[in-house]
Structures are given as C-alpha cells and as structure tokens.
C-alpha cells in the first residue's frame, strides 16, 4: 500500500492528536491571513475528525531538537493523553557541531516508549535528500547527507523497536517538487504540508483508524506571499539562519573535504 491509499474504514474513532517536533511541526511555511502558523497538524486533525472535533494540542517549537522534545514536550504531550502522537523533529540536530546520534537514539527512543507506554499510536518522519530541493556547496552537501543518514538510521531504528509508524519522505510522491516548499526550501509549503498530514493519515488508516474526511491537496485557507514578501523573509530570516547554522556545519563540511583530498593521495 502507497502512502497515498487509504485502508478501509476502521473502527477506531481518534479523539486525540498531538504533534511534538520542530518549526516543521510548528507549520512554518503555511502563515495564515491574521498571522500564525497552521501546517500539518491541524490539517490531519480535521482529517480524524468525525462527528466531533479532534482535541488537539501542538506542542512542538521553533528551533527544537531531539532533546528539548523529551525534556520540554513530551511531559506536556503525555498531559493531553494523546490517541495519536505525530513526531516531526531531527533536522536541526544535523546541523550542530556536536551532532550525536547516539544521544538521538536515547531521546528519540525515550520519547517514543513513553507516549506507546501511555497508549498512542506513534508517528515519526523519516528525512529526504535536502540538497535535492536546497542548493549547497559540494562539501556541505556531502556533510549534511551523511548526517540525515545517520539520522534516518536512528529514526528506523527506533520506529520499529516501539511499532511506531514511520512516513519515509524520500518516498513521498511530489516530495521533490519545489511547490512543496516554501520559500526557504526547508520548510513545507502550504501544500507541502498538505501532503505531510495526507502522508500520516495513510499510516492512520493502515492501523485500522478512521478518517472521516480524507486530506485535499488543494490549497485554501492559507495567506499567499508575494515575490516581495519572499525577498524580506530572505534578506530578514533566510540568510541569517543560514550564517548561524552554517558555522556549525562548516567546520565537518571541512573536515570531510580534507579526507577526500589526502586519501587519495596516501
């Protein structure tokens, strides 16, 4: 079954969403009109919806990682005692300079038994290829591949330790198109955010979940920015976060640059 099919109707009513992660999770990429975000989570909570909304809490924050997601969100998301509990968070682990997976597989694994503990249904995500929709310099690109890599492993590992359902987003059908990223080329765009809830309400319904009202992939409801509004979130936003991140990256970027020029020469 393809991501994009939907299993029969289940029994299963879910009553219970929370989302935990980072700015992805948060719905950067999706602003609405009045300001905010929307994103993946509400979208995939009005696709749960029956004849009673989904109670829904997003506790995920700009910035987060794999260890602010155990010590911050997931007391206050075993709080909500979730039916479903969606995990998008890893990204800006791979960009630090002490990028451990090690340390990421204690979190992330911390993290999934106890929400399963606790009686939710676990989705995580797994990473596609960034340098395939953001441009970097060879060495960088070299350096965050083999990070999102080990990330990935991290991520299957834990996934099918606790049965949790992992949506593999080098395999999502349109991932690569740029009208599924914002401006940025890191975030999702409003329909790339689309596809993400459509993507989990998929693993939802392989787990015999019902979902009332199938995710559209047509965009509504969001605010549209403009090409002048896409310059300031660059020259305000974009590029800055780039020079704050990249110092962290550059120094492996390096590194990695060096072995491949003096390896061959021994």
Not at 46 to 61: H, K, M
Not at 200 to 206: N, Q, T, V
Not at 234 to 259: F, H, N, Q, T
């Amino acid at each position: 079954m393809t991501v994009l099919e939907y299993a029969p109707q289940g029994l299963r009513q879910v009553r219970s969403l929370v989302v935990l992660g980072d700015s992805t999770a948060v719905g950067l990429g999706d602003p609405l009109p009045g300001g905010g975000w929307r994103g993946v989570g509400p979208f995939l909570a009005d696709a749960l919806s029956g004849t009673e909304q989904v109670r829904f809490a997003n506790v995920s924050i700009n910035g987060a990682r794999m260890g602010d997601v155990r010590a911050i969100q997931l007391p206050q998301a075993l709080a909500m005692a979730p039916e479903v509990a969606v995990i998008i968070v890893g990204m800006n682990d791979t960009l630090r300079s002490d990028f451990d997976p090690g340390r990421i597989r204690d979190d992330l694994g911390y993290v999934v038994g106890e929400l399963r503990a606790a009686g939710a249904i676990v989705l995580t995500v797994r990473f596609h290829d960034h340098a395939k929709v953001f441009r970097l310099p060879g060495p960088l690109r070299r350096a965050l591949r083999s990070r999102i890599t080990a990330l990935n492993s991290v991520i299957d590992s834990v996934s099918e330790a606790h049965d949790a359902g992992c949506l593999d987003l080098d395999l999502l059908p349109g991932a690569y198109e740029m009208s599924a990223w914002s401006v940025d080329r890191l975030h999702p765009s409003e329909l790339g955010h689309r596809m993400l809830a459509q993507g989990f309400a998929a693993l939802l319904a392989d787990r015999d979940c019902a979902i009332p009202h199938p995710v559209s992939l047509t965009c509504s409801g969001g605010r549209q920015v403009g090409a002048a509004g896409h310059l300031v979130w660059l020259v305000v936003k974009g590029i800055p976060w780039l020079w704050r991140r990249g110092r962290d990256l550059v120094p492996y970027a390096l590194s990695i640059m060096v072995k491949g020029v003096v390896g061959p020469a021994r």
